[in-house]
């Protein structure tokens, strides 16, 4: 995943959310705070770009005090292909088993994706 701070990417990649809403909504709120001083630390992730399949946004990994407490470790994710959610919830360095977190999305097949990536990973999700 690459992290964005360029403010002209952030701009398109706000520019390009916006076309896409309701659905992209708990993703664009975060890149919007970003893109204006980011003063809650948050980081933007996505898996290429310009052209992405998934966004990803949580708070940076250094303003993490307690890996247990899931409230603060919130991830707000928008895709454009199942298959590269079910990718970074399976196995990568933004999405770690050492710490409980929340999902935040509003897609269809979200919640299905999150239980069999877990289940297949022997996790209990609630």
Not at 3 to 26: F, M, N
Not at 87 to 96: D, I, K, M, Q, Y
Not at 98 to 116: S, T, Y
């Amino acid at each position: 995943m690459q992290t964005l701070r360029c403010p002209a990417q952030l701009q398109l990649l706000e520019e390009t959310l916006r076309k896409s809403l309701p659905t992209t909504l708990p993703v664009l709120g975060t890149v919007m705070t970003v893109a204006r001083g980011n003063p809650a630390s948050h980081e933007v992730l996505v898996d290429s770009w310009p052209h992405f399949s998934i966004v990803l946004t949580r708070l940076r990994p250094e303003e993490h005090r307690d890996p247990r407490d899931y409230y603060t470790n919130q991830l707000a994710v928008f895709y454009r292909d199942q298959g590269a959610l079910q990718a970074l919830l399976g196995g990568t360095e933004a999405v770690t088993q050492e710490r409980a977190f929340q999902i935040l999305g509003m897609q269809d097949g979200l919640d299905k994706a999150v239980q069999e990536v877990a289940s297949a990973r022997g996790l209990k999700v609630e």
